[in-house]
């Protein structure tokens, strides 16, 4: 009795089990906090990006892009290293010896010691190679030209300091709109008193109204003074003119329409090379009539030469200078010819002379000419004369013999 009811009693027990969940785990919904202020600074950081590529300008943009990829674009063929040097290209390009010419030594780091091109880094003049030029010349003439050698995106003014500051060209240079958190905005001087001001701008004024006829006479003195004098230079320089040279009497002597023509031509080249990186080659430039045209002539300067030495690949200042001339001889109408020449100074590497490199750097101003935008059916010859017609025959060696010359044939002669 006692038995059954035992076992009646435990099967009737009722077992409750409690499971607690609330201590077990930590409250989520935080970690999307995290990931939002990523994507929020990660869209910030985009959008200053975005707005610095607005505000710069294009040789600021050139700088940033040779500073993060300082590789020459037209440069095909692979770094080898070995036996041979680095610097030397694997086409086969022969190292030439240092040039001793007179205003064809430049600085040229380590590697015009040795007399070898050699690749350069970030910051110094890079050397090209002719085979890289003429295998495609308009890519290595946009890479010279991006080859600013002066400051972009700093203060015109100076550096440093609220006195030396000033607007920085990358924010205000050509269309781009002004920065609102322009550091240079807050290095502005205390100004100073109007009253102050006003007093000296009147007796600016004054001293200027004063002064205005006396120098309106003497400019209109020395203008005609200087136009008489360069009529009398343009007309020894045509005569002296290769064009002109076998000539005699009246028939080498230019008519005065053509003098006129040549100077208008002059004056306005120089305007146009004036203000940029090219100003120097207006002292080589001449401009004198011709027969069945206009003769512009460039010449090599004591200090800066318009080609590399030896080499038909131009410097950055006659690029310029011929992109400018190429504007204006394409708003004229005629054809052109350009002729190469060298000075009376052997040079010869193996497989070029003096006759080989005049014709290549015809050949070579006529790829400037045609960036400046002269059309190529324009251009009716190239030619090369080495040192057969020097301009200074009683100095062979003189750099006014390496000149690049362009015939506008304005007469249909």
Request: no cysteine; glycine share 8%; net charge negative.
């Amino acid at each position: 009795m006692s038995e059954d009811s035992s076992v009646h009693q435990t099967k009737n027990e009722i077992i409750i089990v409690r499971r607690r969940h609330d201590g077990d785990h930590e409250a989520h919904g935080g970690a999307w906090k995290i990931a939002y202020a990523d994507f929020m600074t990660a869209m910030m950081a985009f959008f200053l990006v975005m707005w610095l590529i607005n505000a710069a300008n294009e040789e600021t943009k050139a700088a940033v892009a040779s500073y993060f990829n300082p590789i020459k674009l037209t440069d095909n063929n692979p770094s080898e290293k070995g036996l041979q040097e680095q610097g030397n290209s694997s086409s086969g390009e022969m190292s030439s010896p240092r040039s001793t010419v007179p205003g064809e030594e430049g600085s040229m780091g380590e590697a015009s010691d040795k007399g070898e091109q050699e690749t350069t880094t970030v910051g110094e003049k890079t050397e090209y190679s002719e085979a890289d030029y003429f295998k495609d010349p308009y890519a290595v003439l946009a890479e010279i030209v991006q080859e600013t050698g002066t400051k972009t995106n700093v203060s015109d003014a100076g550096e440093g300091g609220a006195a030396n500051s000033g607007p920085a060209s990358g924010a205000t240079g050509g269309e781009a709109y002004r920065d609102p958190f322009d550091p240079d905005f807050w290095s502005k001087q205390v100004e100073a008193d109007k009253q102050a001001i006003a007093e000296s701008e009147i007796a600016l004024r004054e001293q200027i109204e004063a002064d205005a006829k006396a120098e309106e006479e003497r400019l209109a003195a020395e203008q005609a003074e200087r136009e008489q004098r360069e009529r009398q230079q343009m007309e020894q320089q045509a005569q002296a003119s290769p064009d002109n040279q076998g000539k005699e009497g009246d028939a080498a002597k230019p008519s005065p329409e053509a003098l006129r023509e040549a100077g208008a031509l002059k004056r306005e080249i120089e305007n146009a090379l004036d203000g940029i990186s090219a100003a120097q080659l207006a002292d080589g430039l001449t401009v004198v009539p011709a027969d069945g045209g206009v003769l512009v002539s460039l010449t090599d300067q004591l200090d800066s030469g318009m080609f590399q030495v030896g080499s038909a690949v131009p410097e950055r200042s006659l690029v310029l200078a011929l992109e400018k001339i190429g504007e204006i001889l394409a708003r004229r109408k005629g054809d052109i010819d350009i002729r190469g020449y060298t000075d009376a100074r052997p040079f010869t590497n193996g497989t070029d002379d003096n006759w080989r490199l005049s014709m290549e750097r015809a050949h070579s101003a006529y790829f400037m000419l045609v960036r400046g935008g002269v059309p190529e059916d324009r251009i009716v010859e190239l030619s090369g004369f080495a040192d057969r017609k020097l301009k200074d025959a009683d100095n062979p060696f003189s750099e006014v013999n390496r000149r690049i010359e362009i015939l506008l044939k304005t007469s249909g002669g």
